[in-house]
């Protein structure tokens, strides 16, 4: 058995959510959770790979932290919307 229905986990007692509806919340998070990671990727490379005007370490790591938050959050959050219209 992938599930025991018995069990809920946290995340389901804290958002208030039914024993039916805790797989469909536990891909939403999934979902999210693999965006995220999926557009930090993203946003290192091409915060890594972008051209800057003066080369020091500190413009660098911001423009890194710019292009993860950008990147990061877009794919999350696209991610997200589609886990729940998928269920």
């Not at 992938?2 to 797989?23: G, K, M, Q, R």
């Not at 290192?44 to 005007?53: D, H, I, N, S, V």
């Amino acid at each position: 058995m992938l599930w025991d229905w018995d069990y809920l986990p946290i995340w389901c007692v804290l958002l208030d959510v039914s024993t039916a509806n805790c797989s469909h919340t536990m891909l939403h998070i999934c979902l999210f959770l693999v965006g995220l990671a999926l557009g930090g990727a993203w946003g290192l490379r091409e915060g890594g790979t972008r051209k800057l005007a003066v080369p020091s370490a500190r413009l660098r790591l911001n423009s890194i932290l710019n292009s993860v938050t950008r990147r990061g959050s877009f794919m999350g959050n696209s991610a997200g919307v589609l886990g729940t219209s998928f269920n």
